[in-house]
């Protein structure tokens, strides 16, 4: 049986060929993944619904165009990319010439989670092969069918050589972070990225960290509470709330508090109808041992709207809480699942006072029409991202980067970002070898005063 060591011995292999340089070469496995993931659209499919009970649009909508969006982006960029950065040199190097390069890295490690298992493996894959590296992945063993549907994909796709997928459980991983990667991805859990980063520090290797966190929805006054309760309840319960940038829970401004109560309440219902359990739009959790995490959640508060579940089917509806304490476990942990707590406040200040005495999430969400509002929430509070007046919808944007702060991660991807984070740009400076100026050699024959002057001078730039 091949080792871990062994594969990465035989992709670090490859990549000092320098057959994964060419621009040519990067394009061509951009596109061959693209025709894979169209070719394979309808056994991913399949496989997502087995494991996570995703209905087909919306897993075609949050995965496969997602992977589609993000491949044909690069590919249109690479060219531009890729090219030098020229950079000014100071006097003193005259004549000479900067610039930046990016470079890959070498043989980089993905370790994709299970609440978007196609997106989130593939998506940094294609920075990784548009970067010029080689790539290891590691699905979650907990979307198995995923897993295997992912494995055939990309075994059909690509040399392994240069792209090779894992499958396994815990202590896979375990050894895949043991090995000297250039770099690693991860996304999943806060407490399996700390073991991911300990794990990496043996080797001094580079990580990327996508967390999550308890990412907050600010609804004020102003907002219209309709266009806001639709789309908060679409980003709350896209995926039975098993999404890392889902809204964790709403604080609305307390004159409009059960209005917004109304407005979610009839979101709800029109989405998937008085029972969530036999619509075809909604999805299911993804194991007993999450199911059962979420039941423990709902003593936390007063439910007053879902509720409902049923442990055989994996079914947990689209819960509203209110009543509920700060202190309660349900507002200590990132619920990860489709209950809602609901607290109101009186005035935005204590609000924002209290959200900067908690970590910094994965992203904030606030509803306002004002831009004074917006621009305040923007100054006093931290988090990885902020979409104002919507929710999710900022992942999707190829120009805005995403990633955590803090506790819900460091480093960003996406568009050029995904680039940026797998390439190493080097910088270069190539000087003629005429003039030698003799005056910058020991020893000095310059005046210390008259050195100062020359060295602000040449230096100056």
Known sequence: MTTVREILDEQRAFFRTGATRPLEFRVEQLRRLQDALKAGENFLLQALAKDLGRPAPEAVVSE???????????????????????????????????????????????????????????????????????????????APETSRALARLIRDTFSPAHVRLLEGGPDLAEALVSEPFDKIFFTGSRSTGRRVMLAAAHHLTPVVLELGGKSPCIVCKDAPLDVAARRIAWGKFLNAGQTCVAPDFVLVEEPVCEALIEALTRAIREFFGDNPRRSADYG?????????????????????????????????????????????????????????????????????????????????????????????????????????????????????????????????????????????YRPVLRRSLFPDWRWRYPPSRLALSRLKCLARWLLRW
Not at 74 to 103: D, M, N, T, Y
Not at 355 to 382: H, K, S
Not at 386 to 410: H, K, W, Y
């Open 64 to 142: 496969i165009a997602m992977v589609a969006a993000e491949i044909e982006y690069a590919a249109a960029k690479l060219r531009r990319w890729v090219r030098p950065q020229r950079r000014r040199v100071p006097l003193l190097a005259f004549p000479a010439s900067g610039w930046i390069q990016p470079e890959p890295l070498g043989v980089v490690l993905i370790l994709g989670p299970w609440n978007y298992p196609v997106q989130l493996l593939l998506m940094p894959l294609v920075g990784a092969i548009a970067a010029g590296n080689c790539a290891v992945l590691k699905p979650s063993e907990l």
């Open 284 to 424: 299911r959790i993804v194991n007993r041992a999450h199911f059962e995490r979420l039941r423990s959640l709902l003593s936390g508060g007063r439910v007053i709207l879902g509720g409902d579940m049923d442990a055989e089917s994996l079914y947990f509806g689209p819960t509203l809480i209110t009543d509920v304490s700060p202190d309660a476990p349900l507002m200590q942990e990132e619920i990860f699942g489709p209950l809602l707590p609901i607290l109101s406040f009186r005035h935005l200040d204590e609000a924002l006072e209290w959200l900067a005495q908690q970590p910094a999430p994965l992203a904030l969400y606030l509803f306002t029409r004002q831009r004074a509002i917006q621009e305040r929430v923007l100054a006093r509070t931290r988090s990885g991202g902020v979409c104002i007046n919507d929710t999710i919808l900022q992942v999707a944007a190829r120009e805005l980067p995403f990633g955590g702060l803090g506790p819900s991660g460091m480093g960003v991807y996406h568009g050029h970002a995904s680039f940026q984070t797998f390439s190493h």
